[in-house]
């Protein structure tokens, strides 16, 4: 966690020293916002399988002179994919390195045509103050003081999810076609 964010986690009666009690309260106050970042991660690794096998899939169909959308495209989605599946399996377990390459692949993500809302969905969860928390090495020692505080399932990926797949899905078979 930076230096810089430590005054702004102190001003909402936060410090280094937490007890047990203590930090099953702060953990109550961030399930939401550690629910949400659990389910983009489930949700990019899904999505990343999906855009790796979909830029696979084009390349294997059309030889290369062939292809209906331009070779560097395929290169930036399976890029940004594995970026997702890697990124995604750090987020499910809310491990803090996972913060900036997180906000690094959904910036990446963000002109693609499935990856708007997810993209623009965890650039906020990063970037807010509560997503920062979730993601820092001290809500790590914070869940683990907390161990009997259970994650809720969150419906804001699934949510996004469904609204991403008919795009993902019309995209490909525009693609295709």
Sequence with gaps: MSSRSLPALRAIGFDETISVPRAAVLRR?????????IGMGWLWVIAGALGLGGALGLTGLHSLRDLPVNAAFLVLLAGVSVGKMVVGVML???????????LVVAALSLPLPHGLLPAATMLYLGLCLKGRMVLSPLYQKIRRESE??????SPVPWALA????????????MALG
């Design 29 to 37: 106050a961030y399930l939401h916002h550690e629910a949400a970042v």
């Design 148 to 153: 009997a505080v259970t994650t809720p399932l």
């Design 162 to 173: 469904c609204l991403s797949l008919p795009i993902l899905v019309g995209w490909t078979l």
């Design 92 to 102: 499910t377990d809310l491990d803090p390195r996972a913060h900036r390459p997180a």
